[in-house]
């Protein structure tokens, strides 16, 4: 796991460290977490999914569990893609955890995980 960790943090400050680019580019959240029920957390990833395509449909969610990891085996890695800047991403998740619908779904997945590491990317296509 904490491979893992570092790998993340890695990224993260190298994305910090470049200058942001062009708003034609994605920004990707990366949250890490626990959970003892990794069937019942993607089940209620998959409602919050609904619920967030509603809002705005321009955001992907999607979730890996870490295989022939070492210690990060059965991570649990949730990935949340919007496309454009930082600023636009937060602008776009403002404005959708205002709905009370999400806020109440978002609040009820405390239940059951507990996030690991949370990280902002901004992507350079190639």
Same mark, same amino acid.
Request: hydrophobic content about 50%; proline content about 3%; overall charge negative.
């Given at each position: 796991?904490?491979?893992?960790?570092?790998?993340?943090?890695?990224?993260?400050?190298?994305?910090?460290?470049?200058?942001?680019?062009?708003?034609?580019?994605?920004?990707?959240?990366?949250?890490?977490?626990?959970?003892?029920?990794?069937?019942?957390? /993607? +089940?209620?990833?998959?409602? %919050?999914?609904?619920? @967030?395509?509603? $809002?705005? !449909?321009?955001?992907?969610?999607?979730?890996?569990?870490?295989?022939?990891?070492?210690?990060?085996?059965?991570?649990?890695?949730?990935?949340?893609?919007?496309?454009?800047?930082?600023?636009?991403?937060?602008?776009?998740?403002?404005?959708?955890?205002?709905?009370?619908? /999400? +806020?109440?779904?978002?609040? %009820?997945?405390?239940? @059951?995980?507990? $996030?690991? !590491?949370?990280?902002?990317?901004?992507?350079?296509?190639?």
């Amino acid at each position: 796991m904490k491979k893992l960790m570092t790998v993340i943090l890695l990224g993260l400050t190298m994305s910090l460290s470049i200058p942001a680019v062009a708003d034609d580019h994605s920004t990707l959240r990366v949250v890490v977490v626990q959970t003892d029920d990794i069937g019942a957390y /993607v +089940a209620q990833l998959s409602k %919050g999914k609904k619920l @967030i395509q509603a $809002i705005d !449909s321009k955001f992907t969610v999607r979730v890996w569990q870490a295989t022939f990891a070492g210690e990060a085996t059965g991570a649990v890695i949730v990935g949340v893609e919007y496309p454009g800047s930082f600023g636009d991403f937060a602008m776009a998740w403002e404005k959708m955890t205002a709905d009370p619908a /999400v +806020a109440a779904w978002l609040g %009820g997945l405390s239940e @059951i995980r507990t $996030i690991v !590491s949370d990280s902002l990317y901004n992507e350079f296509p190639l």
